[in-house]
């Protein structure tokens, strides 16, 4: 929709990431609390957002695409690597320098039952970036705002005065959307945003987000697990998989092409409501569960599931390389790219 | 057609709540034959959950149960609780849609699954009850089920729990399976795994099943056919084949509009969703007239709005042995012919 062709490819990034790694350490029991691990959450992602565009960042449970989200954001500290948003280095923020980036850079998250306070009116709630912010000052003038973000997201402006608990669950989530919209981001991480929302509704709402997309010009990252809504809504879908961007490419290429042998399961799986097609596919059913992420496999860490696993498989941590134009995947099918696993985490693994 | 494992007629649930009187379920007819599979979709507060377990006696007293559901031959919504025990165990297996919960944290996974098995008499004694517990493991997939047995459902990740679910559900060798939302928790490629499995066993034991979903990919991947529920009511069922290709009622329109498609159709981008607006009518004030009129687009009729439409054949349907029929006044075929399309 907005990848512009050509131009300036940095100026055209607003979000970054490079070796943008998080691991939570996992300790032992008792009262040492020594650190007998870590949780690899993300481990080593690139991944860039494009202005104006929709990043679609498909996965399943576990495989780190919230905690990347959250990275991005700097709402969990990413352990190395770094986040550049509009050319800044996010890591390197000092406090005061962060509150300004959380203006610009904000969540809409999952559950809008738990993300809203039940004890404050709707008002209230929308009200508050803009308090924390210093943005429009003065009772009338933040009324006035909050007016103005209601009808943005759909709701009638007199709500402003009612509690979460009047509204159902797409409601809510207009709520906490408006919220997000207060300070005027360019950049909206939308976490499982649709997942609690009933089909019907989670359509109202998928709808608002490419209309308010259009009007305001914003950037969003669309985490979900949910590959159809991912399709409906991105630019762009970018494959997860155990702490690692597997595949990125255009949302139709990934989706009817894909290239990575996970993506090519994941999407197999995904049922389609149409009995015909229903009885014409073939699913690739993987065997096995996700690894734990404190115990990632060496090498491809997706080889210990992989129908298409080969030699060079446990001994070359594959790098992202280009499949087709604007299309990539770190997969060794395509040429044997990356990084060699030294002989000890091999032995370990 | 052979004779149906189940035969639910004229279902009713009510219930007294603070708000007044919830009409949860309002007249619900379905049968299930021996190796099909009833899909029941509809959306939150539906009342899709509340009719499958009011069959099997789950709600709680102050619940009103009306109607009949014949299992066997033998009216479930008559029995006594003893009677209800006997049948839960040995010919209904259900699976519902957290298996943490379902599943005893404190108690092995053996001992989960042999428990059943003892009460039910199904074995001779324990020793037996355990080989019988770990073939069960072994038909669901789970890898090295005599290990499993030792283990708590802890140590099992989600698509496990939800196969030794589905092994507890299928010791009594039930001649009915009831599913409501069991994959729904579970990611995508392990559902495809759970799907499969259910789809072998079933035919593998010419297992009645009902499904229980608001995933209409999932229906049209098991189902032979729907029921389409709507403010506790029936609102269209049919092959899956006639509902998803020619759905009658504005509602079931409404549901497959509002998806979102993986695969492109023929325009090429993905097209703009058409949303319901508004929200579903809550149990406790239902519309008068056709449940849906307050949320509904066309509103084809001026018997809509004070007058509950009948369940009635749709026109221009494949005529097959299972009839497809829709509780509307509005009568797409005409209105598509009117149009000239």
């Known amino acids: 929709m907005s990848t512009a062709a050509g131009g300036n490819a940095h100026d055209d990034v607003l979000v970054r990431a490079r070796g943008l790694q998080v691991h939570f350490p996992v300790r032992s029991k008792g009262l040492r609390r020594e650190r007998t691990g870590a949780v690899r959450a993300v481990d080593g992602v690139d991944l860039d957002i494009r202005r104006g565009e929709t990043l679609g960042l498909v996965g399943e449970s ?98 402003a005065s009612r509690y979460p608990h009047e509204f159902s669950g797409g409601q809510r989530q207009r709520v906490g959307i408006a919220r997000a919209l207060a300070g005027e981001p360019d950049f909206v991480v939308c976490d499982e945003a649709i997942a609690s929302l009933d089909v019907s509704v989670q359509a109202q709402v998928l709808n608002l987000l490419r209309d308010l997309q259009q009007r305001l010009g914003l950037t969003y990252l669309f985490v979900s697990h949910d590959l159809a809504a991912v399709r409906h809504v991105s630019d762009r879908i970018a494959v997860m998989y155990l702490g690692r961007v597997v595949e990125v490419g255009a949302a139709e290429d990934v989706s009817a092409r894909p290239q990575h042998p996970y993506a090519q399961a994941l999407l197999s799986a995904v049922p389609l409501p149409d009995p015909a097609a229903e009885r014409r596919r073939e699913r690739i059913v993987l065997s096995g569960d996700v690894p734990s992420a404190t115990r990632v496999p060496s090498g491809c860490r997706f080889r210990t599931r992989c129908p298409r696993a080969f030699a060079p498989c446990p001994d070359v941590d594959p790098a992202l390389q280009e499949v087709e134009p604007a299309h990539t995947a770190a997969c060794h099918l395509h040429g044997v790219v990356g990084v060699p696993v030294a002989a000890e985490e091999r032995a370990g693994a | 057609m052979s004779e149906p494992v189940l035969a639910v007629e004229d279902l009713r649930v009510r219930m007294d709540t603070p708000r007044g009187t919830a009409h949860i379920v309002n007249g619900l007819s379905y049968s299930v034959a021996p190796g099909e599979t009833v899909a029941v979709v509809g959306e939150s507060g539906s009342g899709k959950s509340v009719s499958v377990m009011a069959l ?34 040995d010919g209904v297996g259900m ?55 030792d283990r708590f459902p802890h140590e099992l990740s989600g698509g496990m729990r939800q196969r ?30 759970i799907l499969d499995l259910v789809e072998r066993l079933q035919a593998e034991h010419a297992t009645a099943v009902v499904w ?6 999932v229906v049209a991947g098991i189902a032979d056919r729907v029921l389409v529920m709507y403010g506790g009511r029936c609102v269209e069922d049919g092959t899956v084949d006639d509902v998803f290709e020619r759905p009658a009622h504005p509602y079931t329109q409404g ?40 949320r509904c687009p ?36 005409r209105d598509a012919g009117e149009v000239g399309s």
């Open chain 1, 62 to 159: 576990g495989c780190g695409k919230s905690t990347l989200g959250n990275a991005l954001l700097r709402l969990v500290e990413p352990t190395a690597g770094r986040v550049e948003f509009d050319g800044t280095d996010v890591t390197a923020l000092s406090a005061k320098a962060l509150r300004a980036l959380r203006r610009r850079a904000v969540m809409v998250f999952q559950d809008p039952y738990a993300s809203l306070d039940p004890r404050t009116t709707v008002g209230q709630t929308v009200a508050e970036p803009l308090q924390v912010h210093g943005l429009h000052r003065g009772t009338e003038a933040r009324a006035a705002r909050v007016a103005e973000l209601l009808e943005l997201v759909g709701l009638d402006p007199s709500v």
């Open chain 2, 56 to 89: 099997l006696g789950l709600l709680p007293k102050r619940a009103e149960v009306t109607g009949s559901a014949r299992f066997r031959g033998r009216d479930l919504l008559a029995m006594r609780e003893r009677e209800l025990r006997a049948v839960r165990g």
């Open chain 2, 95 to 149: 699976v519902f849609q957290d298996p943490m919960t379902s599943l005893n944290p404190v108690l092995s996974i053996g001992r989960q699954l042999t428990e059943g098995l003892l009460a039910h008499r199904r074995v001779s004694g324990k020793k037996e009850a355990r080989e019988r517990a770990a073939q069960l493991l072994a038909d669901v997939g789970l890898p090295d089920p005599r290990a499993a047995l």
């Open chain 2, 164 to 193: 030794v679910v589905i092994a507890i559900a299928l010791a009594g060798d039930p001649a009915l399976l009831i599913a409501d939302e069991a994959t729904t928790a579970l990611d995508v490629t392990v559902q495809a795994q």
């Open chain 2, 212 to 217: 229980i979903t608001h995933d209409l990919g």
């Open chain 2, 255 to 294: 549901l497959l509009g509002s998806l979102p498609q993986l695969h492109d159709g023929d325009g090429g981008g993905p097209r703009e969703l058409v949303a319901i607006g508004g929200t579903p009518p809550p149990p406790t004030d239902l519309p008068p007239g056709c449940v849906f009129w307050p």
């Open chain 2, 298 to 333: 066309v509103r084809g009729d001026e018997r809509c709005a004070g007058e509950q439409p009948p369940l009635t054949a749709v026109g221009g349907g494949g005529g097959g042995p299972v009839p497809h029929r829709a509780a509307t006044f509005y009568d797409a075929a």
